[in-house]
């Protein structure tokens, strides 16, 4: 470091802040140790990484390439899911943008690691989780959810298998790359902004409260709410509403359900988005109306504990 005054400007060697104004000394693939593919996506590979020099981490290094991004016109995502990461830094509920270096055919995304995988791998794994359990995962995933909404951050692609759980199964929501990132002036609407969004419905604030109620039906019952052998047929359910709860699940989550899963229905009572829990916030119907129902609140008898932490794969 440099002598008197100049070790208060001089960058600390190797280490020096990048786009994201994060400090990372790894700086190029060298630094790290390749492990197991964790994803592949059309212009991108999610690898589980450890860094090669100490302190000795893990990371899940995310590698984009340049050529087909470009090819494929999908810069505009990169960068989306590059902001959205960056707004969204410091909740414990979403995975974390450590740093980003690049080089001449690829960039990369150091990004926190989830060594437990997918929820719908431990979905799967259990067939379906008692009530304790999704109120455990279900109120984490709120809770991401709701600092999302906050920032203006609109997810549009909740789903278990892009809710990630690490060694301790806690949630970690990943994947936002068809987030919508709101401008500033368009967060400052504040809670007349969702009808603003609502007239496209792909959109708006609703869209993750739907997937919320699809997430929680699943939870319970080992299965989502639509199934369908088409992209059409399952549209047609959805705009029904048709979908069936199996015996024996909680009256609370049921009521929590139905609650979420108006939104994106044309059945004529809930065509206004207002009607759909969480719809407006303007009347106290905010995302705290969610918070604060039954499912989330009343006492659970049963004892039941979460997943325990699985043993390491
Ligand atoms: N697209 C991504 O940014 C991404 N994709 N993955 C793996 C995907 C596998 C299919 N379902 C969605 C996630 C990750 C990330 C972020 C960062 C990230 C961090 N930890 C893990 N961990 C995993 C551990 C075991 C199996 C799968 C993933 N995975 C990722």
Redesign the pocket.
């Known amino acids: 470091r440099a002598g008197d005054g100049g070790a208060a400007k001089a960058p600390l060697i190797g280490m020096t802040p990048n786009a994201m104004g994060v400090v990372g000394n790894r700086r190029s693939t060298e630094d790290f140790e390749f492990g197991e593919v ?2 592949e ?1 059309s212009y ?1 590979t ?1 690898t589980h990484v450890t860094t090669v020099h100490p302190p000795y981490r893990e990371y ?1 290094l ?1 590698v984009l390439d340049k050529e087909h991004i470009k090819r494929e016109r999908k810069t505009k995502y990169v960068l989306i899911e590059r902001d959205t990461l960056k707004t969204l830094d410091g909740h414990p509920g979403i ?1 974390k943008l450590w740093w980003t270096f690049q080089d001449e055919w690829s960039l990369y995304y150091v ?5 437990n ?2 929820l719908l791998h431990w979905i799967k794994k259990y067939g379906s989780f008692d009530l304790r359990s999704a109120r455990y995962y279900l109120s984490q995933i709120l809770s991401a959810v709701a600092f999302m909404h906050e920032k203006g951050v609109i997810h549009r692609d909740l789903k278990p ?2 809710i ?1 759980l690490d060694r301790s199964m806690r949630v970690k929501i ?2 936002f ?1 068809t987030a919508k990132l709101l401008k500033q002036e368009e967060v400052a609407f504040g809670a007349s902004l969702d009808e603003i969004l609502s007239e496209g419905k792909e959109s708006s604030f609703s869209s993750d409260f739907w997937a919320l109620g699809c997430i929680l039906f699943q939870l319970l019952a080992g299965r989502p709410p639509f199934q369908a052998r088409t992209e059409y047929l399952m549209f047609q359910k959805i705009i029904k509403l048709e979908y069936e709860f199996p015996l024996g699940f909680p009256t609370d989550a049921k009521d929590l359900v139905e609650k979420l899963l108006i939104e994106l229905s044309n059945v004529p009572q809930v065509v206004d988005p207002k009607a759909r829990l969480g719809g407006d916030p303007s009347n106290g119907n905010g995302i705290e109306a969610v918070q604060s129902h039954p499912f989330f609140t009343s006492r659970i008898d049963v004892d039941a504990r979460p997943p325990a932490a699985p043993p390491k794969h």
């Open positions: 964790l994803g996506g991108s999610v899940a995310k995975i990004l926190e690691f989830a060594e995988g997918e298998e892009n990630l990943t994947d790359g």
